[in-house]
Nanobody, 121 residues
């Protein structure tokens, strides 16, 4: 399994950004995680193959996860960005269903290399 993120960068608070993640295979569950500087990795959103989604409270209403199975690409649309959203963002996949497709489960088998998102105030 291979995952490659793109789309990170710098943006001002209140702005928007879209991350993309190309993946191989028809993965059952895909997810976005983030890791702020000096903090633990946090699951923020998951999407199953049937496009059902779950979000962490910290991003609910601001971020939208989506997937295009034909293009094998995962997306994260981030709106109303805040300085506390600054982090390295990772996509992850669970082809086997071991995580229940829940963002509070960190045991995703496969990970991308990460892309940095910086939000300035």
């Amino acid at each position: 399994e291979q995952l490659v993120e793109s789309g990170g960068g710098s943006v001002e608070a209140g702005g928007s950004m879209r991350l993309s993640c190309g993946y191989t295979g028809s993965n059952y569950c895909l997810a976005w995680f983030r890791q702020p500087p000096g903090k633990e990795r946090e699951g923020i959103a998951t999407i199953a193959y049937d496009r059902s989604t779950r979000y962490a409270d910290s991003v609910k209403g601001r971020f939208t996860i989506s997937r295009d199975n034909a293009k094998t690409t995962l997306y994260l649309q981030m709106n109303s960005l805040k300085p506390e959203d600054t982090a390295m963002y990772y996509c992850a996949s669970d082809p086997y269903g071991v995580t229940g497709c829940r963002p509070d489960r960190i045991s995703f088998p496969y990970w991308g290399q990460g892309t940095q998102v910086t939000v300035s105030s």
